[in-house]
Nanobody, 123 residues
Framework: QVQLVESGGGLVQIGGSLRLSCTASGRILSRYNMGWFRRPPGREHEFVAAISWSGTSTYYRDSVKGRFTISRDNAKNTVSLQMNSLKPEDTGVYYC????????????????WGQGTQVTVSS
């Protein structure tokens, strides 16, 4: 069983940046593909980004391409999400999760969800 803990969320102005971190315990993250999801207010989870177990492959939802970067440090058992040029529509609770497959953007294909970290983008 892998336990995931997200951190780094907060309140930021439009155009600002945040860096989210996901730290794992219980299992070695390097064995797994990992992803980030978010849940905007009043909406369902939506896929944000994913990274392969080696860190050599990534994919993103279209609306964050060029603004967000997912990365990982397997030596530190962490996965990060650098978010730049933030917009109000990026507001939500951000979760990291373990992927049971690759190239999927469906929440059902991910497990071991963390508790989430709140990101609020305001003017």
């Amino acid at each position: 069983q892998v336990q995931l803990v997200e951190s780094g969320g907060g309140l930021v102005q439009i155009g600002g940046s945040l860096r989210l971190s996901c730290t794992a315990s219980g299992r070695i993250l390097s064995r797994y593909n990992m992803g980030w999801f978010r849940r905007p207010p009043g909406r369902e989870h939506e896929f944000v980004a994913a990274i392969s177990w080696s860190g050599t492959s990534t994919y993103y939802r279209d609306s964050v391409k060029g603004r967000f970067t997912i990365s990982r440090d397997n030596a530190k058992n962490t996965v990060s999400l650098q978010m730049n040029s933030l917009k109000p529509e990026d507001t939500g609770v951000y979760y990291c999760a373990r992927s049971r497959t690759w190239r999927s953007s469906f929440a059902a294909d991910f497990d071991s969800w963390g508790q989430g970290t709140q990101v609020t983008v305001s003017s």
